[in-house]
């Protein structure tokens, strides 16, 4: 009766006014004396407190004021109904440390009428804290609850299991095993809670449960509350979070767990519970330290199966020394999210977490990389199979879309690119599955490229071992290779000292016939107590280790296409690359169909060995080396033709028609910019959408519409994010289909609260005004007289931009012109010669051929540095010709202007310089000549066939250029040809009994030569033989004396004059006069021509 009347007592003072000097504060309207509306009486006069921005330092100062604990919740607009009179307080500002609540800063008393559905109000714990009391652990025992300085006891029939699992998580004792009947308190003087505690269970604090005044007659045993024992586990001291010695979280102190029954199972349990995959380990020795902290000694063990780990106890706890090796430790995996069910511990169906829901993989993208890496993570070896028909598959819950595009190198299944959106659904039937080659298969190559290449590693005991050896061969090798099911070996090798293990050693000096079938079943020496570092590691790499990448593009399923073989990544020559090759490439890696099959470096210029050359593939090929090649490393390329592809699933995200970070929403797919619809999209998307576009954490949908209609397909619709994605390709939505949305209004528009950080060149170029559009709308110049002369702009990232003018020069300006339809290039000008650009700078180091049809082709590095600013925008100077179907010809208008026309390259400059030099040998050749007659007028020389023939076809072909085959007369003979000086020595009247040239004696375009008798065939009687009719013996012999001389300056001349009509002919100008061209032409009229034209 005392212990009751005492409760009352306290009952009463807390619902009595507090005086505190003429102010009083009171909770009125609660559902006991620690909850209510706030009141205050000031000047003798009751009221209330408004404020809108009432949290939780206010409400700690009332609940202190009042003598009930701490502050649970800080309510406003009248939660306990609206109170009458003045409105006292008006937006009080706590810091919480107030002694009361109108020491806090305020407006003043009475400053503002507030209509009282604004009246504020509390909940107050009541109690300053809880404790068990008389059990076994820290975690058991009598509950009490701590009300001011007194301890009072709580009955068993006012809390239930949930309330006890409250209290357990709140005094970190880990999940409520029981709640007990106490002891009979009936004939003790004990002091009793007077509340009923209401919990669901799922609240942080004892405080925060809806509670409910109760009488203490009917109470006649205290509560007794059972704990499981433990707050929580950790890894510590470990390399990784997943790694090191366990700790055990008991009553609020941790400590080492000292366990003798620890083993694997165990361990596997607590890295699942730790959401650290599974257990990898179970390292001997201190290999994590012996802790400084308390040990607890116990047993860990689940009798509950399929229980959660929090469930299960640890029993007989005490804080003993751990006797040597019974401190628990463990090597988990650190890979979480994904598991294995319905089947054994390394096969069966693929489940993966989303949140805390575990549902089956779609298999529709599962493929052996994503599966080996699953199996690795599992500790499972690899995988050697998907296909397992019905096995496994049956199972409950949603069915995921996602697809894991794995290099096959990643550690964890999450380390894979992630793609779900615009997935298609999938039955419950087409789940995936896989069946890994197990733990017998206790070998592993490690950082490598592939599975098939790296460093050897061997699992002996359940711990992962290095292979050390100083006489490792290919026959080692072989054994290695055939237990992965990799093939064969391709390469024994020690790894340099800078990528040696750090792990234990498992093997030493392997010494393998090649047959064997397991490394285990070679002479080896096992040496796990050997020292680390003293030998070498070993390394394979087997002919199934190739494989094929992607380089250069800023996203998957685009880039250069690179191979690896024989342990090295090289590149493809574009030598016949074409649509049918490049479907190959996007099939292999997933990533639909070819788009395009990209030529001269598109994505870049690669390095080292390039592989492939001639590649001819129908298609139909699981693999780009089944295609028909040449062999490989044989080819005639270099990295300037390095073949790319872009595939059907590359992916790329932009707003339109606004600003970088606001405008219409649209995904590129399928090559080509479609719309995005709006239906049932959340702020969550809209902030993953701007997160993902670099534009800040939030953004709001517009429903003005004020971006735009969009012209292309709508292809995504129902897209919904988590908080769990980092990027748009990881949220589900509907799959992809071109008629998404059911009209434009639907259309996506979205503003972002930040702006875009640097942009990052795409590997493809949009338009400047529409959705499609031709290399030729996104290249121009600015800044020329007309539209054939100017800066270089081309249009990127949706903004026109410049060139760098590094290494650019004509053969980049002549694509540049002929893209544009302005002929050739003129000249090709840098340091900003049109004035300098605004805006990005897209491209550098250009390096065109000259050949190429587009810019695009030529290949470049994208400007992703300071290497360049617009001082050096390159430019170009075009000739003006126009584009048709036929070969360049000059407009019917040119363009430019006279001032233009005396603009000289360098390479016609050249050929005036060599022209001058041609005429200062005519001259040095003239003087010869005259004097070679005069010595030689009484001796003959000797006749060359040789060049008789020589330079006989090279005077036939000058003849027949300007006068044609018709056009020979009797006149143009050789004798008139080469005539010279005999011309005016001869007679004329013989000049006129020149023969005619037979028209049989030009057979295969050639003068028929006959050879001429060397001098000792000739006799005194037959020289008058050799006379030619109508040309005197004097001339003859003044004609062989020069002739050779003179043809030989003529072929220089006939080169000279063939290099510069050339360079005319590209330049596609007029000829200049004094030029060499125009030298040539006179000349040649000048000697060519009968006498009688000229």
Not at 464 to 475: E, Y
């Amino acid at each position: 009766m005392k212990g009751y009347l005492s409760t009352l007592v306290s009952w009463l003072l807390l619902t009595i006014q507090i005086s505190l000097g003429d102010d009083e504060l009171k909770l009125t309207n609660g559902t006991g004396p620690c909850s209510g509306r706030v009141e205050i009486k000031h000047e003798n006069r009751w009221g209330t407190v408004c404020d809108g921005d009432w949290n939780r330092e206010d409400a700690e100062v009332v609940c202190k004021q009042v003598g009930c604990g701490s502050a649970v919740q800080a309510l406003n607009q009248a939660p306990f109904g609206e109170g009458s009179g003045p409105t006292w307080l008006y937006r009080v500002e706590c810091r919480g440390n107030e002694s009361a609540l109108w020491n806090c800063p305020h407006s003043g008393w009475d400053a503002f009428t507030c209509p009282h559905y604004f009246d504020v109000g509390v909940i107050c714990s009541g109690f300053s804290g809880l404790h068990l009391f008389g059990g076994d652990t820290a975690c058991s025992g009598h509950l009490k609850i701590k009300q001011e300085e007194t301890w009072t006891t709580v009955c068993y029939s006012h809390i239930d299991l949930s309330s006890a699992s409250v209290i357990c998580n709140e005094l970190r004792c880990g999940q409520a095993v029981d709640v007990l009947r106490g002891a009979d308190f009936r004939d003790r003087q004990e002091l009793i809670w007077q509340e009923e505690f209401h919990c669901v269970g799922n609240e942080t604090h004892l405080a925060h449960c809806p509670r409910m005044l109760q009488h203490s007659e009917a109470c006649s045993h205290g509560a007794y509350v059972l704990c499981s024992g433990y707050g929580g586990y950790r890894l510590v001291n470990g390399s990784t979070t997943c790694s090191g010695r366990v700790e055990l979280l008991h009553g609020g102190s941790w400590g080492t767990l000292c366990d003798y029954l620890w083993n694997f199972p165990a361990a596997n349990a607590l890295c699942q519970h730790l959401d650290c995959g599974v257990a990898l380990s179970i390292p001997d020795g201190q290999s994590f330290g012996k802790g400084n902290g308390s040990f607890w000694n116990g047993t860990f063990s689940c009798k509950k199966n399929g229980s959660y780990i929090r469930n299960c106890s640890v029993s007989v706890l005490d804080q003993n020394e751990c006797p040597a090796g019974n401190d628990a430790r463990v090597i988990c995996s650190g890979c979480p999210g994904s598991r294995l069910v319905n089947g054994t511990t390394c096969s069966g169906r693929v489940e993966i977490r989303h949140g805390d829901t575990w549902g089956r993989l779609c298999r529709s993208h599962w493929n052996l990389q994503a599966a080996s890496v699953l199996c690795h993570q599992l500790n499972c070896g690899y995988a050697k199979s998907i296909q397992t028909g019905d096995s496994f598959v049956d199972g409950n819950g949603p069915v995921w879309r996602d697809a894991f595009h794995c290099e096959g190198t990643e550690s964890c299944l999450w380390d894979c690119a992630q793609l779900t959106l615009g997935n298609p659904t999938c039955s419950a039937k087409e789940v995936a599955t896989v069946v890994c080659s197990g733990l017998a298969e206790s070998l592993r190559l490690s950082d490598g490229q592939s599975r098939c290449d790296g460093r050897v590693e061997i699992s002996l005991h359940g711990m992962w071992g290095r292979v050390l050896d100083d006489d490792w061969n290919i026959k080692d090798a072989h054994v290695v290779c055939r237990q992965l099911q990799c093939g064969i070996a391709k390469r024994a090798f020690y790894l340099p000292r800078s990528k040696r293990g750090i792990g234990p050693v498992g093997l030493r000096s392997v010494q393998c016939d090649g047959n064997e079938t397991q490394l285990v079943h070679c002479k080896t020496s096992h040496s796990q107590a050997l020292s680390t570092g003293v030998a070498e590691d070993v390394g394979v790499i087997c002919s199934e280790s190739q494989k094929i990448r992607l380089v250069n593009g800023t996203k998957r399923c685009a880039g250069r296409v690179e191979l690896y073989h024989d342990g090295i990544w090289g590149t493809i020559c574009d030598d016949n690359w074409d649509l049918s090759d490049a479907n190959v490439v996007c099939k292999q890696l997933g990533c639909g169909y070819a788009i395009k099959a990209l030529h001269s470096a598109h994505y870049g210029e690669g390095s080292g060995q390039i592989w492939l050359d001639d590649v001819n593939c129908t298609g139909s090929e699981s693999s780009l080396w089944a295609c028909p090649s040449r062999e490989r490393g044989h080819h005639n390329c270099q990295h300037k033709e390095d073949a790319g592809v872009l595939c059907s699933e590359f992916l790329a995200l932009r707003l339109v028609n606004g600003s970088d970070c606001a405008g219409r929403l649209e995904v590129f797919y399928n090559g080509t910019w479609g719309s995005i619809c709006s239906n049932r999209m959340s702020q969550l998307t809209v902030v993953t959408v701007c997160k993902h576009l670099n534009c800040g954490d939030g953004g709001v949908i517009e429903r003005d519409f004020k971006y735009g209609r969009g012209s292309g397909p709508t292809w995504l619709d129902h897209i919904a994010c988590t908080e769990q994605h980092s990027s748009l390709w990881q949220c589900q939505s509907d799959p992809w289909d071109p008629q998404s949305c059911n009209n434009r209004a639907e259309e996506t528009h979205i503003s972002c609260t930040g702006r875009k950080g640097t942009m990052t060149p795409a590997t493809f170029t949009e338009c400047p005004n529409s959705t499609s559009c031709s290399d030729r709308e996104k290249l121009r110049v600015v800044g020329g007289e007309d539209a054939c002369s100017g800066r270089v702009e081309i249009w990127n990232q949706g903004s026109w931009g410049t060139v760098c003018d590094d290494f650019w020069d004509v053969a980049d300006a002549n694509v540049v012109c002929r893209q544009l339809g302005c002929g050739s290039a003129v000249s090709a000008l840098s340091e900003a010669a049109f004035g300098e650009g605004t805006g990005p700078i897209w491209l550098e180091k250009v390096h065109c051929k000259g050949t190429e049809l587009s810019l695009w082709d030529c290949p470049s590095k994208p400007m992703l540095g300071k290497n360049c600013n617009h001082k050096e925008d390159a430019a170009v100077n075009c000739s003006g010709v126009t584009e048709t179907t036929a070969p360049f010809t000059r407009a019917a208008s040119p363009r430019r202007s006279v001032a233009d026309n005396m603009r000289v390259s360098t390479p016609v400059i050249l050929c005036i310089i060599l022209g001058a030099l041609i005429c200062l040998i005519l001259a040095i050749l003239v003087g010869q000549i005259q004097k070679a007659r005069a010595q030689q007028r009484g001796s003959r020389l000797s006749y060359d066939p040789f060049n008789e023939v020589v330079y006989e076809e090279i005077d036939y072909k000058l003849m027949k250029e300007h006068q044609g085959m018709s056009g020979l007369s009797e006149g143009s003979t050789n004798e008139r040809f080469y005539g010279g000086d005999c011309d005016k020595e001869s007679d004329p009247e013989a000049i006129q009994e020149v023969p005619p040239l037979p028209g049989n004696n030009l057979e295969g375009g050639y003068d028929d030569v006959t050879e001429a008798p060397g001098p000792e065939d000739a006799s005194p009687s037959g020289q008058n033989e050799q006379k030619i009719i109508g040309v005197s013996e004097e001339c003859d012999r003044n004609k062989d004396s020069w002739k050779g001389e003179a043809r030989r300056a003529l072929l220089l001349i006939f080169i000279a004059y063939s290099y510069c009509t050339k360079l005319r002919e590209n330049q596609g100008g007029a000829y200049l006069k004094g030029s060499p061209r125009f030298y040539l032409i006179t000349t040649r009229k000048k000697c060519y021509l009968p006498a009688s034209s000229r």
